[in-house]
């Protein structure tokens, strides 16, 4: 699995939108890029995923640069509930998370009111 | 409910004891994993299990043991707990046909004295 990059921790006031960079410059072209995040004391929680287009869905908006090197997960209007820490893990799909996902450092996404 | 359901919620025990931590999921996932949470170490993958009767080791599996008797359950034995293996467990489900979208429980605290 490609090895992915984030800042250890964004602040983002309440009501706007939050943009999480990812960066995996090594990611070959049959793997995906997933987001997760968990909320305090709470497990995992899947966001959204996507190959090479831009993908959205209830919870956020996934937008993947056209070399695919990086991506962005997008909240649009954060509120204090989205404070969490947010993994962006990038694999080969394999049916079902095969052998399970490898989850990183990920980024601490504090919401300020 | 529907879902996927660990127990017990908080667990202490002494060093030495063997410890069972349950994992129950309704929504016939082929996948389940464990992992196991710990501060500066993240979310590492225990075992994981494929289908009914098919386990298989992950990342950290040395003091532990899993069984996969019916498709719903995936139980996680400590053997013979120590200080060490004291942290926060997740149990996780997958089907087959969904791309790597894991579904976590609400985790167990664990607490070897």
């Known amino acids: 699995d490609a090895k992915t990059t984030q800042p250890p921790s964004m602040d983002c006031a309440e009501g706007r939108a939050a943009n999480l960079p990812c960066n995996h410059s090594t990611i070959s072209g049959n793997e995906y890029v997933y987001w997760y995040r968990q909320i305090h004391s709470q497990g995992p929680q899947y966001i959204i995923h996507?190959?090479?287009n831009n993908e959205t869905n209830e919870m956020a908006s996934l937008i993947i640069t056209e070399d695919r090197k990086s991506s962005t997960l997008i909240l649009p209007h954060a509120t204090l509930r989205d404070t969490a820490v947010y993994y962006c893990i990038v694999r080969v799909y394999s049916g079902g998370g095969a052998d399970g996902l490898t989850f990183g450092k990920g980024t601490h996404l504090i919401i300020q009111p | 409910d529907a879902g996927i359901t660990q127990s017990p919620r908080y667990k202490i025990t002494e060093t030495g004891r063997q410890v069972t931590l349950m994992c129950h999921q309704t929504?016939?996932?082929?996948?389940m994993f464990w992992y196991r949470q710990d501060l500066g170490h993240g979310l590492r993958l225990i075992y994981y299990?494929?289908?009914?009767?098919?386990?298989d080791k992950g990342e950290v599996p040395d003091g532990y043991v899993v069984s996969r008797s019916k498709t719903e359950n995936f139980p996680l034995t400590l053997e013979s707990a120590t200080r060490s293996q004291t942290s926060v467990y997740f149990c996780?489900?997958?089907?087959?046909?969904?791309?790597?979208?894991?579904?976590f429980g609400s985790g167990t605290q664990l607490s070897v004295l």
């Open positions: 299990s494929a289908a009914a009767d098919i386990t």
């Open positions: 996507g190959l090479k």
């Open positions: 929504w016939s996932h082929s996948y």
């Open positions: 996780a489900s997958s089907a087959t046909s969904e791309s790597e979208k894991l579904f």
